[in-house]
């Protein structure tokens, strides 16, 4: 399984970028798949993250200004961020699962329930 984002970059308060994750080797219609991010000295945090029944969990820092999405038919995930803050700066990382998380472990963004992982991309917001 291999994961590749894209999307990252610098932006001011207030903007909105797309991240977007394309998976090979595993179907995000078929996975559970989640956004999680790290800044510098600080541990990994789940963002955002989306099952094959496309219920959807949100870090409550960012509910309302991200959402989480996907496209069975082009085989992609995405992570829509608007009104972006200089907090939301950290490398994301687009992370995947064949399992079916249940509720309520799933709105707990547990690291160990997403064994892929891509390389991240960097968002930075000033």
């Known amino acids: 399984v291999q994961l590749v984002e894209s999307g990252g970059g610098s932006v001011q308060t207030g903007g909105s970028l797309r991240l977007s994750c394309a998976p090979s080797?595993?179907?995000?219609?078929?996975?559970?798949m989640a956004w999680f991010r790290q800044s510098p000295g600080k541990e990994p945090e789940g963002v955002a993250a989306i099952r094959r029944d496309d219920l959807t969990a949100y870090t409550n820092s960012v509910k309302g200004r991200f959402t989480i999405s996907k496209d069975n038919a082009e085989n992609s995930l995405f992570l829509q961020m608007s009104n972006l803050k200089p907090e939301d700066t950290a490398m994301y990382y687009c992370a995947a699962s064949h399992s079916f998380i249940l509720t309520p472990r799933f709105y707990r963004f547990e690291s160990s329930d997403y064994p892929y992982r891509g390389q991240g991309t960097q968002v930075t917001v000033s």
């Open positions: 080797g595993l179907s995000v219609s078929d996975s559970s």
